[in-house]
Nanobody, 121 residues
Framework: QVQLRESGGGLVQAGDSLRLSCAAS????????VGWFRQAPGEERLFVAA????????YYAESVKGRFTFSTDNAKNTVYLQMNSLKPEDTAVYYC??????????????WGQGTQVTVSS
């Protein structure tokens, strides 16, 4: 069993930056693909970024490419999402996700509880 806990959300202005963190407990991320999704009010939950914990290509949604950066800290068993040049349309609850294997799906094995990001114009 893996427990995921996000932190780092908040209220910022357009153009600002935030860094989200996702710490895993219960086991390490080894063997998993980890990533981020977001869900705006009244919308479906959408993919943001993901990568195999062991490394390789990081995949990003087109809407965040060039602005968001996915990273990991193996020693801390933690995943990060650096969000720069934030826009009001980035406002959403951001969820950390982990699924066993090398491909992130829309139904990962584990979800975090979510952290709210609000970007004002």
């Amino acid at each position: 069993q893996v427990q995921l806990r996000e932190s780092g959300g908040g209220l910022v202005q357009a153009g600002d930056s935030l860094r989200l963190s996702c710490a895993a407990s219960g086991r390490t991320f080894g063997g998993y693909t980890v990533g981020w999704f977001r869900q705006a009010p009244g919308e479906e939950r959408l993919f943001v970024a993901a990568r195999s914990w062991s490394g390789g290509t990081t995949y990003y949604a087109e809407s965040v490419k060039g602005r968001f950066t996915f990273s990991t800290d193996n020693a801390k068993n933690t995943v990060y999402l650096q969000m720069n040049s934030l826009k009001p349309e980035d406002t959403a609850v951001y969820y950390c996700a982990a699924t066993f294997g090398v491909v992130m799906t829309s139904l990962p094995d584990y979800w975090g509880q979510g952290t709210q990001v609000t970007v004002s114009s």
